[in-house]
């Protein structure tokens, strides 16, 4: 029944390192998003695909990138962790036609750089 | 640009009602969706009004008054299980596949 996965639930890194956050939906979705949720903030868009190797900025782009070689896989990658990217990263997927079925979310990565 | 508000916090009695709302003020409004998220746990898509009026599903209702930038959620015969963060996220016209997120309203049942 597991829908949307996210590689890891917890993860520490340095200031400067490269980390790639990993998410696979088995849905056959089309979109597939990456959020940030920190505490008074809410949900931020960091960057949305809506098919392989098409890529749109969302809210947050910078220090980010992405990137989608299957349907089913959307990576998120920072390219030199620091501490203020310190949050909880979610993965999203979705049928074209939003509407009827919503986002499906993976569960999430905790991502703390230090 | 786009303002989304919620209150931060409510609480509520097993058994009662609650009414969570949601104001937003977007550019090219499409539709709204509510989203419960179970603390640690990823957000679940709980209904979705583009058209002005009431939209029932169980113990759950959602609200929507285009004209007013309004929605709420209301909460039926409250569970100990529905303590949770409840979202409001819009969708505009251009772009309608990415949503934006409100804060979020942590509510709280107490027995």
Sequence with gaps: ?114 | GQNIDQPTEMTATEGAIVQINCTYQTSGFNGLFWYQQHAGEAPTFLSYNVLDGLEEKGRFSSFLSRSKGYSYLLLKELQMKDSASYLCAVSRNTGFQKLVFGTGTRLLVSP
């Design chain 1, 1 to 114: 029944d597991v829908k949307v996965t996210q590689s890891s639930r917890y993860l520490v890194k340095r200031t400067g390192e490269k980390v790639f956050l990993e998410c696979v939906q088995d849905m056959d979705h089309e979109n597939m998003f990456w959020y940030r949720q920190d505490p008074g903030l809410g949900l931020r868009l960091i960057y949305f695909s809506y098919d392989v190797k098409m890529k749109e900025k969302g809210d947050i782009p910078e220090g980010y990138s992405v990137s989608r070689e299957k349907k089913e896989r959307f990576s998120l990658i920072l390219e030199s962790a620091s501490t203020n990217q310190t949050s909880m990263y979610l993965c999203a997927s979705s049928l074209v036609d939003v509407a009827n079925y919503g986002y499906t979310f993976g569960s999430g990565t905790r991502l703390t750089v230090v």
